[in-house]
């Protein structure tokens, strides 16, 4: 089945860094990509949709200049953290549609991403 | 925007009884309603889902039910086993393309 893969798996940073994390579509073209957060014990939040080609759509909330997002290949989108600071740790979890057709919105959800800020 | 509510938030059940989640949600143009499982640390993996057209499926061990006139559906597991053990979250998308509104989860404990 489609494979959504995502690097790194954890990643742990100092404040004022900036942290980039990458979605990649396995065997698949995704020409939208979903970045959700979650943070312990609770759900997954939708941050921002991720376009190819074009600018991503962000959540009401989200901060775009802080959570960058780009999709530059129909296989690859990034979430950049800039300047990441301890509010920001949270697992990050990226999604592609796998349905079989266009506009199907059957998700496929990558392993995630663990940030720590410290 | 959509809002989807999920009861219980956790669940303990004996190995071989049955378990049952149910959500709620709020936009009457929703169509897909997904389960999915999450293990400790590792992302959601999708064990079954059912459209508006449909008011049950199963599989297997895994069965669920769509009431869209009062807006609820619920994801019923039976003969669980500790494996089932696991954070089950609903959630529902159709009228903003393939945005999915989750919610808030249920832990499941199975035990032998």
């Known amino acids: 089945g489609a494979v959504v893969s995502q690097h790194p798996s954890w990643v742990i940073c100092k404040s004022g860094t900036s942290v980039k994390i990458e979605c990649r579509s396995l065997?698949?073209?995704?020409?939208?990509m979903f970045w959700y957060r979650q943070f312990p014990k609770q759900s997954l939040m939708l941050m921002a949709t991720s376009n190819e080609g074009s600018k991503a759509t962000y959540e009401q909330g989200v901060e775009k200049d802080k959570f960058l997002i780009n999709h530059a290949s129909l296989t690859l989108s990034t979430l950049t953290v800039t300047s990441a600071h301890p509010e920001d740790s949270s697992f990050y979890i990226c999604?592609?549609?796998?349905?079989?057709?266009?506009?199907?919105?059957?998700?496929?959800f990558g392993a995630g991403s663990r940030l720590t800020v410290l | 925007g959509e809002n989807v509510e999920q009861h219980p938030s956790t669940l303990s059940v004996q190995e071989g009884d049955s378990a049952v989640i149910k959500c709620t949600y709020s936009?009457?143009?929703?169509?897909?309603f997904p389960w999915y499982k999450q293990e400790l640390g590792k992302g959601p993996q999708l064990i079954i889902d059912?459209?508006?057209?449909?008011g049950e499926k199963k599989d297997q061990r895994i069965a669920v039910t769509l009431n869209k006139t009062a807006k609820h559906f619920s994801l019923h597991i039976t003969e669980t086993q500790p494996e089932d053990s696991a954070v089950y979250f609903c959630a529902a998308s159709g009228a903003a393309g393939n945005k999915l509104t989750f919610g808030g989860g249920t832990r499941v404990l199975v035990k032998p």
């Open positions: 999604s592609a549609p796998t349905g079989p057709h266009s506009g199907a919105n059957v998700l496929t």
């Open positions: 059912i459209r508006s057209n449909v």
């Open positions: 065997d698949f073209q995704a020409t939208t």
């Open positions: 936009d009457s143009a929703s169509n897909y």
